[in-house]
Nanobody
Framework: QVQLVESGGGSVQAGDSLRLSCVAS????????MAWFRQAPGKEREGVAA????????EYADSVKGRFTIFRDVAKATVYLQMNGLKFEDTAIYYC????????????????????????WGQGTQVTVSS
C-alpha cells in the first residue's frame, strides 16, 4: 500500500501562485509515476500533470502548460505542483496520485499517462482562485 498526503492548498487571487506538496509513504518504490489531478464542482476529474519518479518524464494538460510545473524530491519522497498565474478556472480539489507502470521490454520504466487510472490517491487539497 502507498499512502499519499497533500498539502498547500488555499484561497488566492487570480494571478497568484501556490505550491502543492504530496508526501508518499508505505510500500513506495522509485519506479512509481506520480501525478496531480483536479476536480471542480460539477465537472469530471481532470489530469493536470505527471512525472516519472525515476526518469523525470513529464506530461501536462494543455490548460496548465507554461503555468504549472511538476517536480519531485526523491530523498523526501515528495512531489510538488508549482502553480503560477492562477486563474479562476483552476479552482478545484487537487489530488495527488501514484501508479506503478509495467516495465518496457528493455527494462525501462515509462511514465504513466494522465489518461490511465492511477492506483493510489490522496485525500485532496482545495484550491480556490478568486477573479
Amino acid at each position: 500500500q502507498v499512502q499519499l498526503v497533500e498539502s498547500g492548498g488555499g484561497s488566492v487571487q487570480a494571478g497568484d501562485s501556490l505550491r502543492l506538496s504530496c508526501v508518499a509513504s508505505g510500500q513506495f518504490f522509485s519506479s512509481y509515476s506520480m501525478a496531480w489531478f483536479r476536480q471542480a464542482p460539477g465537472k469530471e476529474r481532470e489530469g493536470v500533470a505527471a512525472i516519472n519518479w525515476s526518469g523525470g518524464g513529464l506530461e501536462y494538460a494543455d490548460s496548465v502548460k507554461g503555468r504549472f510545473t511538476i517536480f519531485r524530491d526523491v530523498a523526501k519522497a515528495t512531489v510538488y505542483l508549482q502553480m503560477n498565474g492562477l486563474k479562476f478556472e483552476d479552482t478545484a480539489i487537487y489530488y495527488c496520485a501514484a501508479h506503478l507502470p509495467r516495465p518496457l521490454a528493455d527494462g525501462a520504466v515509462p511514465l504513466t499517462p494522465l489518461t490511465v487510472e492511477y492506483d493510489y490517491w490522496g485525500q485532496g487539497t482545495q484550491v480556490t482562485v478568486s477573479s
